[in-house]
C-alpha cells in the first residue's frame, strides 16, 4: 500500500508540473496583443476581490471572535466578486463583440449591493459610527462590479451619466423615510457619482482600450489580406499578358492544323511548326515571368525588415557596407536571407533588439543578423526556412551558419562570394526524339506511328532536324506516291 500511495502521488504531481508547463507554454504561445488582453481582463476580474480582502484579514485576525453580521456583510462583498468575474466577461463581449447584454447578471450584482448597504447600516445602528472602521470597503468592491458592468452595457457615456445621475437622486430620496437626513442624503448622492465616475474612468476605459486594440489588429490582418489578395492579382493579369494572346493564337492555328490534315494538305505541317513556335516562345515568357516574380531587392528587404520589427517593438539597427557593388544573384539571395531572418526573429524570439550587418570583404559579402531572446528550440522547430537558404546559399558557392551565441543570442551569419553565378534549373527543350508520324490515305489519316531517336529511321523516309524553332520531320512512302506530311516534332521538355 504504502508503493502505490507513493506511486499515486508521483504520478499527480507530474500531471500537476505538466499542467503548469502547459499554461506556460500556451501564455508563450500566444501573441502580444492577446497577452495584454489577457492581463488586462484578469487584472479587472481581480481588482474587486482587493477591497473585502482587507476587512477579512482584519476580522480573521483580530482576537474579539467572529460576529454574525460582520460574516454576512463579507459573505455579500465575496459573492459579489464571484458574480463580477463572470458579468465583467460578458459585459467585456457585449461592448466588443456585440453580443446580448447581461442584464440578468447586473440585476443580481444590483441585488447583492443593495443586501450589502441594507447590512452595513444595520451594524451601524447596532455598533455606532465609530465602529465602522474597514466596513465600508466591502461596499468598493461590489460599486466597482455594478458600475463598472453598467458602463459596458450603456449604449453611450452620456447616457450612463444620466443613468447615474438619476440612480443618484434616487438613492438619495430612497434614504429619507428611514429616518435619514438631509445631510446623509447629499453624502449619499455624491458617494453614488463618485463611484460612478470611478468605475466609469477603471472598467470603460478598459473596454475601450480593448476594443481599440482588437480592431488595430483586425485592420492589420485585413490589410495583410488585401496586400496577398492585390499580389495575386497582379501575378494573374501579368499571367494573362503573357499567355493569353499565345494559347489564343495556338488554339486557332490547331484548329486549322486540323482541318488541313483532314484534306490532305501539306500545309498542316507549317501550322503546327507554327504552334510548336509559339508554345516554346510561351513556356520562355512564363519562366522569365516566374522567375522574376521571385527576384528579392536587398535594400527594399532591408527596409521592409527594419519597418517591421520596428512596428513590433523591436530596435532594429542596420549597417550596410555594400552600397551597389553587390552582383544581382548575390543581392537576391541576401534578400531571401533578410528577408526569412526577419520572420524568424517575430516567430520565435521575444526579441528587443536585431541588427543587421552588410560588409563586403575581398571576395564575398558577408550578411550578419544578429537578435536577442532566442528561445532555446528555435534552430531545431522542424521548419524549412533555414534549409530553403542554405540551399540557395549553396547554389551560389556560399555558407549559412546558424545558431546560439548564449545569453538568449541567435546569429545568422551568409557568406556569398562576389563573383557567384546562379545556375538556373536545367529544363529539357524540346528535341526530335520523339517523333510522331502519319500515313495519309486519300484523304484521311490512316494509321500512326513512333519513331525514336533511339532507333534508325525506316528506309525511304527521310528524317531532317534542325533544332530550331520551326524543326520538322517529312516522311515519304516506299513507294512512288508523291510526298506527305509524315510527323512534327514534340516539345517535352516545357513542363517544368
Partial sequence: MPDDRGSIMGAAGARGVTGVRTRVGGWRGRSRIAQVDSYMRWTLYLLPGLFPLTPTLALFGGSGGFRTGDLVLLFFGWAQCGAGAVLFRRALEHYRMRHPAPWRWIALSGALLFLSVVQLVALVRADGPEHLTSRPMVLMGGALVFFGALSLVAP?????????????????????????????????????????????????????????????????????????????????????????????????????????????????????????????????????????????????????????????????????????????????????????????????????RCAVRLRVGGASAVLVMENDGASGDRCDSGGSGLAGLRERVTALGGTLEAGHRGRGMFRLTVEVPLAAVEVPPVVEEGSAEDVVGADVAGAGVARAGVATGAGAPAAGVPVTVDGGPDASVVGRSGGEGPPEPAALTRDRGGNS
Fill in 156 to 352: 453611450r457615456v452620456r447616457t450612463y451619466l444620466w443613468w447615474c445621475l438619476l440612480g443618484g437622486i434616487a438613492a438619495a430620496v430612497a434614504i429619507l423615510p428611514f429616518g435619514g437626513r438631509a445631510a446623509g442624503a447629499a453624502i449619499t448622492m455624491v458617494m453614488v457619482w463618485l463611484a460612478a465616475l470611478w468605475s466609469l474612468a477603471t472598467v470603460r476605459t478598459t473596454g475601450w482600450m480593448l476594443a481599440v486594440m482588437w480592431e488595430a489588429e483586425n485592420a492589420r490582418t485585413v490589410q495583410a489580406r488585401l496586400a496577398v489578395a492585390e499580389e495575386r492579382l497582379r501575378f494573374g493579369r501579368d499571367m494573362h499578358d503573357v499567355l493569353g494572346r499565345n494559347l489564343t493564337v495556338i488554339a486557332l492555328k490547331s484548329e486549322l492544323a486540323a482541318e488541313l490534315a483532314h484534306r490532305g494538305s501539306p500545309a498542316a505541317l507549317e501550322q503546327m511548326a507554327e504552334v510548336q513556335r509559339i508554345a516554346r516562345d510561351a513556356q520562355r515568357d512564363m519562366r522569365e515571368l516566374v522567375r522574376g516574380y521571385r527576384q528579392a531587392d536587398l535594400h527594399t528587404e532591408l527596409v521592409g525588415a527594419r519597418g517591421v520589427l520596428g512596428a513590433a517593438g523591436i530596435a532594429c539597427r542596420i549597417e550596410d557596407a555594400s552600397g551597389d557593388a553587390l552582383p544581382d544573384a548575390v543581392q537576391s539571395v541576401l534578400a531571401w536571407v533578410v528577408r526569412e531572418g526577419t520572420t524568424n526573429v517575430l516567430r520565435h524570439a521575444e526579441a528587443r
